[in-house]
């Protein structure tokens, strides 16, 4: 039997708000008990709990009528893409309209912000800023390069076998019109530069972070998910490549460490390189010194071999 001094199941091991707690029948006393944080107005925790992100978003989010959630927050629960310096973020960031007054809860970041409905969506009992309004709001705060990374994963086609989704999150297009929508935004500009440069294409940051490393050095703009057989289906590609050149860059991470994956892997390049082509394979060791070895690489491979001239006048000064 229960001890009626235990807090009920759900308030014991998550933060709650007090109507959750009023509605199991906990006093305003019995709040006041050791085993029972006051985190800010109208919310508790158990003094035992350890933090979890989505509990305490959760929370948060009930207790904060007409806000949401938002920022890093929003993108730690929804999984997108997030550099290294972040990924691991517990920031609480809540957003709310000009119209209610600014967020003032400690432990939490408050943010007001002018945002459209179609921006702000419930997720699992969650009130919280869309995948595009999120990657928006992170402009006044990640790099260009990072803004790209985070893009280029909300427009990239989705492996239905993998995700189950067939349609991508957004599109470039539709991420201009929320840009426009926000001219004043702080980091709009960087916003801006960043869908200039993001692609259809790029499957993982390194890729992204790739391709910018070659435009950066003046290389042309490689195609992205080139097939070795252009009209099948079923053909191997390569992450970035020339097909003019038959060149051909995979970008190889560490779930590619696995026996099974090695050799799908080697039939892959195998595929090919049996039909003339050249593969550079990169790993997170290119990835450390920013490229650098891996675009000496491409250049070279660039100069040997048979020149179309249409495409040769897009290298000419490559380097």
Known sequence: M????????PLAVAPFTIDMARASGVTIGR????????????????SDWNFELEAAARALSAVSPGAWISHVTAARLRCQLLPPWLADSTELHL?????LPSVRRKGTLGHTVLAAEDE??????????TRSRTWLDLSRRLSVRELVCMGDQLIRIPRVDFEGRTEPYDTVE??????????????????????????????????SLLRLAMADAGLPEPGLQVALRADD??????????????????????????DAQVLIDRRRDKAFESAGWTVLVVNK???????????????????????????????????
């Open 120 to 129: 702000i969506e419930s997720t699992d009992g969650i009130r919280i800023s």
């Open 233 to 258: 289906a079923t053909s191997p590609s390569a992450d970035l490549g020339y097909r003019h050149r038959r060149l051909a860059v995979q970008y190889d991470g560490g779930h590619h460490l696995g």
């Open 31 to 46: 709040l006041r008990r050791q085993d029972v944080v006051h985190v800010s107005r109208g919310l508790y925790r158990p």
């Open 95 to 99: 957003s709310k309209p000009r119209a």
């Open 2 to 9: 229960q001890k009626p001094n235990n807090l009920p199941g």
């Open 285 to 319: 060791d290119d990835l450390a010194d920013e490229f650098q070895r891996t675009i000496g690489k491409i250049k070279r491979a660039l100069r040997t071999g048979w020149v179309d001239h249409s495409f040769a006048s897009g290298f000419a000064d490559a380097g």
């Open 174 to 207: 539709g991420l201009r019109t929320l840009v426009a929508r926000h001219p004043n935004l702080q980091g709009i500009v960087r916003a801006r530069q960043a869908l200039d440069l993001m692609r259809v294409g790029s499957d993982s940051a390194p890729e």
